[in-house]
């Protein structure tokens, strides 16, 4: 299993990036896919999750109307576009794989910096 992000990097407040994570190893149409986050010393947390054939998604509170979470089984991939960034979103983005009986897998991560 093998899950490669990308897409991160160093944005202005109010500016937008597309984070990708391109997957291998597994039935990507089988996973639901989300995307975590984790800010220096602070816990890991949940920012986007969508179903497996990509008709449910949600979102947490903070990123609610500004970020946007699609996959693409075809190309073994899911996205997420962020708009309308905050300093508060600077964190190292996780790309995750849940699927039944396997559990959870993890990309290494991305970084995003938002800063003027």
């Known amino acids: 299993v093998q899950l490669v992000e990308s897409g991160g990097g160093l944005v202005q407040p109010g500016g937008s990036l597309r984070l990708s994570c391109v997957a291998s190893?597994?039935?990507?149409?089988?996973?639901?896919m989300r995307w975590y986050r984790q800010a220096p010393g602070k816990e890991r947390e949940l920012v986007a999750a969508?179903?497996?054939?990509?008709?449910?998604?949600a979102y947490a509170d903070s990123v609610k109307g500004r970020f946007t979470i699609s996959r693409d089984n075809a190309k073994d991939t899911v996205y997420l576009q962020m708009n309308s960034l905050k300093p508060e979103d600077t964190a190292v983005y996780y790309c995750?794989?849940?699927?039944?009986?396997?559990?959870?897998?993890w990309g290494q991560g991305t970084q995003v910096t938002v800063s003027s």
């Open positions: 995750n794989a849940w699927r039944p009986r396997w559990g959870n897998s």
């Open positions: 190893g597994f039935t990507f149409s089988g996973a639901v």
């Open positions: 969508i179903s497996s054939v990509g008709d449910s998604t």
